[in-house]
């Protein structure tokens, strides 16, 4: 019987690697009988999805600039070579 | 199609620091990385034959980054990249195994509000993140590269990537049962 320890090391593994056969067997026991690991795997999923769209969210997001500062320094810095 | 380096910075720089400052949330190093792209795009001969300019940019920019999380995590030697967290580690389960703090219920965001709000708690929970936890949990999480393109090219092995991955996922969740 896997400990909470042991299971949420293996339920992160599983957004990275294919577990095995007996380690997915192993977890699905666990998490049948442990409220609080099933709340860990929720949780880390959630995070997953937003991770994402936190992304999405950067790259369209137009108010995001580059400062005047950097704008100048880039351009001096291009001038040089073209 | 003849381009200028210049046209590239105005239509293009503000996408190409976006893009750099959602992965290293640094202004300052998003902006270098940047600056180093067009340089480097310019002295590539081909530069004027790109018919789409953004996603070449986008794609040598791209290296540009890795060159500097790369930096970050080397910065730190793995030895200790492994046991600096380890007291924090235990903090989290107590001797027999079981959640020293047992994971709460989380409001579920639902509405666009909601979203936003918890969006803004994730990325103060991220910058809370040691540097080189947050720079790995990007590639994985945001980029979406797998372990071997990862160990590569981080050069650990991919036991502590896993081991780096459960870290930064472990403190990026606590801080969110905390602050949200």
Same mark, same amino acid.
């Given at each position: 019987?896997?400990?909470?320890?042991?299971?949420?090391?293996?339920?992160?593994?599983?957004?990275?690697?294919?577990?095995?056969?007996?380690?997915?067997?192993?977890?699905?026991?666990?998490?049948?009988?442990?409220?609080?690991?099933?709340?860990?795997?929720?949780?880390?999923?959630?995070?997953?999805?937003?991770?994402?769209?936190?992304?999405?969210?950067?790259?369209?997001?137009?108010?995001?600039?580059?400062?005047?500062?950097?704008?100048?320094?880039?351009?001096?810095?291009?001038?040089?070579?073209? | 199609?003849?381009?200028?380096?210049?046209?590239?910075?105005?239509?293009?720089?503000?996408?190409?620091?976006?893009?750099?400052?959602?992965?290293?949330?640094?202004?300052?190093?998003?902006?270098?990385?940047?600056?180093?792209?067009?340089?480097?795009?310019?002295?590539?001969?081909?530069?004027?034959? /790109?018919?789409?300019?953004?996603?070449?940019? &986008?794609?040598?920019?791209?290296?540009?980054?890795?060159?500097?999380?790369?930096?970050?995590?080397?910065?730190?030697?793995?030895?200790?990249?492994?046991?600096?967290?380890?007291?924090?580690?235990?903090?989290?389960?107590?001797?027999?195994?079981?959640?020293?703090?047992?994971? /709460?219920?989380?409001?579920?965001?639902?509405?666009?509000?909601? /979203?936003?709000?918890?969006?803004?708690?994730?990325?103060?929970?991220?910058?809370?993140?040691? /540097?080189?936890?947050?720079?790995?949990?990007?590639?994985?999480?945001?980029?979406?590269?797998?372990?071997?393109?990862?160990?590569?090219?981080?050069?650990? &092995?991919?036991?502590?990537?896993?081991?780096?991955?459960?870290?930064?996922?472990?403190?990026?969740?606590?801080?969110?049962?905390?602050?949200?």
């Amino acid at each position: 019987m896997l400990s909470c320890k042991q299971t949420s090391l293996l339920v992160s593994q599983s957004l990275d690697r294919p577990l095995t056969w007996r380690e997915r067997w192993a977890v699905r026991v666990h998490l049948l009988i442990c409220v609080y690991c099933r709340r860990f795997t929720q949780q880390l999923k959630l995070i997953r999805r937003y991770m994402e769209r936190w992304q999405q969210q950067v790259a369209e997001g137009e108010d995001i600039q580059l400062s005047l500062a950097a704008r100048e320094r880039i351009t001096q810095q291009l001038d040089k070579f073209y | 199609m003849a381009t200028n380096p210049h046209d590239w910075l105005n239509e293009h720089g503000d996408y190409l620091y976006r893009f750099a400052l959602a992965r290293l949330r640094d202004p300052h190093q998003a902006e270098d990385v940047v600056q180093e792209t067009l340089l480097a795009a310019i002295k590539n001969p081909n530069f004027a034959e /790109q018919s789409s300019p953004r996603t070449w940019l &986008t794609g040598i920019l791209k290296h540009k980054i890795i060159d500097c999380m790369r930096k970050q995590v080397r910065e730190t030697a793995v030895s200790e990249l492994l046991s600096e967290e380890d007291a924090n580690m235990d903090d989290f389960f107590d001797d027999t195994g079981h959640w020293a703090e047992k994971p /709460q219920v989380w409001d579920i965001p639902h509405d666009a509000l909601q /979203q936003t709000q918890f969006l803004k708690v994730l990325q103060q929970c991220m910058e809370r993140l040691p /540097q080189k936890l947050a720079a790995i949990f990007t590639m994985r999480d945001v980029d979406e590269m797998d372990n071997e393109e990862i160990c590569k090219e981080l050069e650990i &092995t991919t036991t502590n990537a896993w081991v780096m991955l459960y870290r930064a996922r472990m403190g990026l969740r606590k801080c969110l049962e905390i602050h949200w």
